[in-house]
């Protein structure tokens, strides 16, 4: 079902936790099964210096959020912003079926840290 | 390379073959390959093997030979009870009751039946997943033809009242079918003495093969045929049988009903020490189904904060194989049906592992588990968005 790539990163996530004093951060919640993503950033200058992320989810949820924390570094904010759900799974080389919402979760959560930024200007 | 422990706590789902039932399977595969419907010695050998199967199966459930149908499995027989059952009575009436809580057989039968003009009741459940039973008092009617319950269920392990729903259902000139697959073994199930109409069972549950099942179906009551064609099963369900798996099944049976007391008290103490360990190691759990009224080899429980799916992969990855609610459900993103209708959040219904154990689970096996299972549910809270306090929770 997962390829060893989604499996690697769901045993070896790397950037978890919360940044203390980060200066963004984005969350969401799928609505039908209540997986949480929250994902923190430290922008310097106009570039994502740091990130992380924290997960409640399945093993495909876990791997593309720690896949995504190491996507938007040294990427510019509106560079992040574009990054689509369709590039985090090609990172992780596929998604079964029924599993493609954990990319979309990932992507998602980047737009949300990307609009809190906005927000704060 | 050191051979990986492996522990198989996933017996809800299928079992390991009986070793006595497989070597009667490689006598039927070896020596007796004979059309059961041939009129020569090697397939009359084969339908001997077929009556003694039979004989088996009817006596574990108290019912006669003649009432007894091989299927392909539970699947089938709930579909063929459900519709076949349903479609010959329309004449009577056009309403069927069940519950919220049956396995998807049953329920996608229902539905089907709706598509057709049958009208359903869906009897809901309390917390610990017992079916209301004044809930079917109140939607039986003049139309109401047939009434499905599970004996007890596939997610967390609850008996249900069949008794009771057999004697309202008998009272009421209903027809009483009861998918017993989660209950053969597990509890004594004589359909005389209870009351069933009709009931289903699936070899692979209790130490039998996969692919075969049987259905009952009390004498007088009307079913429509499954399968056209030969004049197997009766003419209700044509196709040459396939023997090795109903001897392997047939023997099954007879091992597993002969031994409910002794294999339920050694499960009871495996279920037991199972509660005692995670209690007193994993904070936050919680555990679902009924206390007492309950199959001794089922334990599902939610560990807050920690994603189902994700420990059963990282359970996987150390040799233990569990179920996140049923295997039946996996592969979709919506949380169990069973959990939700017994008004569990879809938090704790997604922190659900069900754990289900056999006659070959060792206490070893249950400290070998529980040692993982405390690391690998210690690790997804560290990861958690969800975090995780003694007794208190913060999203």
């Known amino acids: 079902m997962y390829n060893e790539k989604v499996l690697n990163e769901f045993f070896n996530p790397e950037n978890v936790g919360v940044i203390k004093g980060a200066t963004g951060k984005g969350k969401v919640v799928n609505p039908v099964d209540k997986e949480i993503v929250k994902l923190y950033v430290v922008v310097d200058g106009n570039k994502i210096t740091e990130a992380s992320f924290q997960a409640f989810g399945c093993t495909s949820t876990i791997a593309c959020a720690s896949v995504a924390t190491k996507m938007v570094l040294n990427k510019t904010v509106d560079e992040a912003n574009a990054i689509t759900a369709h590039d985090i799974e090609a990172e992780l080389g596929g998604l079964p079926d029924g599993k493609k919402h954990s990319a979309k979760m990932a992507e998602d ?6 609009a809190n930024i906005s927000k704060q200007k | 390379m050191e051979k990986q422990k492996v522990v198989y706590l996933d017996n809800a789902a299928t079992t390991q073959l009986s070793t006595e039932a497989y070597k009667e399977m490689l006598e039927a595969y070896n020596s007796v390959y ?3 419907s041939a009129l020569y010695k090697l397939g009359r050998d084969a339908d001997e093997l077929l009556a003694k199967a039979r004989q088996r199966v009817a006596k574990a459930i108290g019912a006669s030979p003649s009432e007894i ?4 499995g539970g699947t089938e027989a709930n579909n063929w009870a459900i519709k076949g059952i349903a479609r010959a009575n329309r004449d009577k ?3 069927i009751i069940t519950s919220v809580i049956e396995h ?10 709706e598509r057709e003009g049958f009208k359903v009741t869906y009897i809901p459940v309390d917390e610990f997943g017992v079916i209301k039973y004044s809930e079917i008092v109140k939607a039986i009617g003049p139309d109401t033809i ?3 319950i599970m004996s007890a269920n596939n997610e967390v392990g609850t008996i249900q009242p069949i008794k009771a729903i057999a004697e309202l259902a008998k009272a009421n000139k209903v027809i009483f079918h009861t998918d017993a697959v989660q209950a053969i073994g597990a509890i004594d199930i004589n359909v005389k003495d209870i009351g069933i109409d009709a009931l289903s069972l699936s070899g692979h549950k209790f130490y039998g093969p996969k692919g075969v099942g049987a259905l009952y179906v009390k004498k007088g009551v009307k079913i429509d045929n499954l399968i056209d064609g030969g004049k197997q099963e009766r003419g209700k369900r044509a196709g040459t049988e396939n023997v090795p798996a109903i001897v392997g099944m047939g023997k099954a049976i007879e091992e597993i009903t002969e031994n409910i ?3 339920n008290k050694q499960l009871r103490s495996i279920r037991r020490y199972f509660l005692k360990q995670i209690s007193d190691l994993i904070h936050n759990i919680s555990l679902n189904g009924h206390p007492t009224q309950r199959l001794q080899n089922n334990a599902s429980v939610a560990f807050e904060g920690a994603e189902g799916e994700a420990i059963l992969m990282m359970l996987d990855r150390e040799g233990i194989y569990v179920s996140t609610g049923s295997a039946c459900a996996s ?10 209708a017994m008004g569990k959040d879809i938090e704790t219904a997604a922190s659900t592992v069900r754990f289900t154990f056999s006659k070959f689970t060792t206490k070893e096996d249950i400290d070998y588990v529980v040692a993982k299972l405390k690391k690998i549910v210690k690790k997804l809270r560290s990861i958690s968005a969800i975090r995780i306090y003694k007794n208190k929770v913060e999203i």
């Open chain 2, 146 to 148: 047939l009434i499905s």
């Open chain 2, 261 to 263: 007391e002794e294999n």
């Open chain 2, 331 to 340: 592969g979709s993103l919506e949380p169990s049906h069973v959990l939700l």
């Open chain 2, 93 to 95: 009436g056009n309403h």
């Open chain 1, 109 to 114: 959560v980047i737009k949300n840290m990307v």
């Open chain 2, 34 to 36: 004979g059309n059961a």
């Open chain 2, 69 to 72: 149908f091989f299927t392909s």
């Open chain 2, 104 to 113: 998807p057989s049953v329920l996608e039968s229902c539905k089907a039946l």
